[in-house]
């Protein structure tokens, strides 16, 4: 398949060198020129602009931070093909995409490394990529060509709306970068700076992502991240009064066997193989389009993903 | 040297296969018997007392959790050696010790598992050692025992007041704990478990500590961990008001970007190499006990350590 990359970051590149890795036929393209430079050196086709790299191919990825996607959408305004993104946040991109051939992604996949020389087409091997389905607006035929399309890379692909993906995000992905900045903080004298251990470094890891990146994931879904983290405030508020308490050991230990247990038990573990037939029996103006949706939609709420897709149907996988 | 071991934890038995690798003789003891028996099937001496482990050793390292220690301290009360212990928190050990042959001791180490079964005699190596000097109350030739031995383990042995050790490790070490807790308490729902990623996945490794360490951690040294977590919710509730601006990205940033900076730049490098004299020119009545302690406290508080010590001196490196 023919298949555009917009944005050469750590996402964009690893995906770049996947694709080609795959056997499809890629081109690329980077608002960085010397991103563009790096990208050409390591053997790939690499347009001039966005619209010359999406010229021709069937799929175009928008690997570009979320406060860029309007411009590159507005520039890609005349493009046929099927365009999706990677963003961290899927709701305001759900709005910009109104009315667009556009189904929304999120790789579950990074490191605190950045830019096209950190990629690695292994990045997305065993991750989750979520990608939306709204019961109304999704074409799944467009759904299925990136589910395949990932799937084929080794993602687990997940569907679900881009409403509970933000909310679920803001819990287990922003907020820990949020904490992560809060912990990092605390290393500003030499002596903390050189107590600091395990705890720390693993605690702190994402605080060293750019900055930019952060505050445009956090900022992209403030609504949910505010809520989250304040309902993260209220449990440590609580653990202040435990500490504060004669005997503050035996306070902590219920919520802290909780979370332990939590932790543990994570990640869940493949369990029940399952399959969904495709395409479904299909009416004349496909009044079953949102039937399968909801089909979908029960696969992701319940933490399950898709494995493969073939011309009959998807493989799946729960917990 | 003759070195016994009390309490065959991760820790205790990572030092009892540690030090017999470095060819001392050394004794163990547990309270479990399946432990005693799992360090008696490794090859090692295990006494059937804490008081039967310690006989005719010149050093006794007591390893066990902050809870359990006044009773083996009075259990081996007559005791003529030299007794450390490994607890995270060393302002109630100072106290627990008061007029006894102690000098407290915090390896900074460990992994979110636990028991002999764990243990790994490389745990050590590179790891910052707190060895506690109060200038009025440490005995400091003591203290150059156990730096002796700790650093030969590959420790960096690091001195400094229990007060100061305690304040440092609420912020860097116990405050970790907590926060991972909270956002274990995350991944209740299946579409979160599976949504969790690295960010989820570092942020919260240490929430599967045994819930019962990390709250005898942090109820041992429950103010400064209770100061610690206000300021940490502090800069989370400020954090939260950012998300609720007009443009919360840009406001997000500085305090993102600060943080960033700090964890780049961690851990310190070893940088500047030094040397302190040992013993001191020592008039009768050692009247210099103070001003070497004060020496070693310099180094402590500039975040160096001692990384060798011989006859004739202390080896250091500043950051």
């Not at 960085?32 to 069937?58: C, K, N, Q, Y």
């Not at 992560?180 to 107590?195: I, T």
């Not at 251990?197 to 445009?216: K, M, N, Q, Y």
């Not at 193989?273 to 479904?280: A, Q, V």
Request: with cysteine.
């Amino acid at each position: 398949m023919r298949i555009a990359v917009v944005g050469l970051g750590l996402i964009g590149g690893s995906l770049l060198r996947a694709f080609a890795a795959a056997g499809h036929e890629v081109t690329g393209f980077d608002v960085d020129p010397a991103t563009r430079d790096l990208a050409r050196a390591a053997g790939f086709r690499v347009g001039d602009s966005a619209a010359a790299a999406v010229a021709g191919t069937a799929v175009a990825v928008l690997a570009v931070p979320l406060p860029h996607l309007p411009a590159v959408l507005a520039e890609l305004v005349d493009y046929p093909g099927l365009l999706t993104d990677v963003t961290s946040v899927k709701g305001p991109v759900r709005d910009l995409t109104e009315g667009r051939r556009f189904v929304g992604g999120h790789p579950m996949a990074g490191t605190e490394s950045s830019g096209f020389a950190a990629a690695d087409p292994e990045l997305f091997t065993g991750c989750v990529w979520v990608l939306c389905v709204e019961p109304h607006g999704t074409d799944l035929d467009d759904w299925m060509v990136l589910a395949r399309l990932y799937t084929a890379l080794g993602a687990r692909v997940l569907p679900i709306t881009a409403a509970e993906h933000d909310n679920a995000v803001a819990s287990i992905s922003h907020v820990p970068h949020l904490l992560a900045a809060a912990l990092a903080m605390k290393v500003g004298s030499p002596l903390n700076a050189a107590l600091a251990a395990g705890s720390f470094r693993d605690g702190t890891r994402v605080a060293a992502t750019r900055a930019e990146l952060i505050a445009a994931m956090c900022g992209g879904n403030a609504n949910e991240v505010g809520n989250e983290l304040r309902h993260v405030i209220n449990d440590l508020e609580a653990l202040v009064r435990d500490l504060e308490l004669p005997d503050p050991a035996t306070a902590l230990l219920p919520y802290l066997g909780r979370a332990g247990e939590l932790r543990r038990t994570w990640p869940p573990q493949p369990g029940v193989p399952g399959r969904i037939p495709w395409p479904p029996e299909a009416p004349p103006g496909r009044p079953w389009l949102a039937a399968p949706a909801h089909t979908l939609l029960e696969l992701g709420r319940a933490g399950g993903w898709v494995t493969s897709v073939d011309d009959v149907g998807l493989a799946t996988m729960r917990p």
